[in-house]
């Protein structure tokens, strides 16, 4: 038994789940939950409620969607020909804030991480390849985020792909080294978008 009453700590262990959520953090939010005013508290709680039952993943590319095809997938003016490559679907938030994109994306749902036990298993490397065999896609871009799991993620697809009949590009370096997608500012994304290279996967 913890030092907790029992809902206390089930609340910290909870928080404590939430990724960048170290223990001082889970206790400090649960003291603060408990604080605050009832229906503010239950607002949250419904707040994460509603999204759970009303949000999924679109079946096509893993991004966030209200139905089975996410607004980006379901909106036919978008250039199918071009496959934008992510880890996340806030990355294609900031890739959509540099307006320098109009193709279609596709979410891996994670990076390579050996030490989280993170293989291209865990991630949706098999739904990409099948998009690629059915879709019109003539270009993939490898926009992974400019860190250790992000560029080990680039390197496995580059190679993967590279006996397929479409170009393999990676956007160009320039972000801040280790950082994420979606701290870099629109500006630099969108000039290593427009500087991307092709990747051979030698
Ligand atoms: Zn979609």
Redesign the pocket.
């Known amino acids: 038994m913890g030092v907790y009453a029992q809902p206390v700590q089930e609340l910290i262990d909870e928080l404590g789940r939430l990724p960048g959520i170290g223990p001082k953090s889970a206790q400090r939010i649960a003291f603060h939950l408990l604080k605050m005013e009832k229906v503010d508290a239950l607002r949250l709680a419904r707040a994460i409620t509603e999204a759970k039952d009303r949000v999924a993943f ?1 079946e ?2 893993f ?1 966030i ?1 209200e139905g089975p ?2 607004d ?2 379901a909106d036919d003016r978008r250039d199918s020909t071009v496959l934008c490559v992510v880890e996340e679907p806030r990355d294609i938030v900031a890739v959509e804030k540099t307006q320098e994109f109009n193709g279609r994306y596709h979410v891996l749902q994670g990076a390579i991480s050996p030490i989280e036990g993170i293989g291209p298993e865990q991630l949706r490397v098999r739904e990409l390849l099948a998009r690629l065999d059915s879709d019109e896609v003539t270009e993939v871009i490898l926009c992974t985020n400019p860190n250790l799991e992000g560029e080990a993620t680039a390197m496995y697809l580059s190679r993967l792909l590279k006996d397929l009949q479409v170009k393999v590009t990676r956007i160009a370096s320039g972000l801040p080294v280790g950082g994420d997608l979606e701290y870099a500012d629109e500006l630099t994304l969108g000039r290593a978008l427009e500087g991307r290279r092709e990747v051979t996967g030698s």
């Open positions: 679109c096509r590319c991004n969607a095809l996410c980006l997938c």
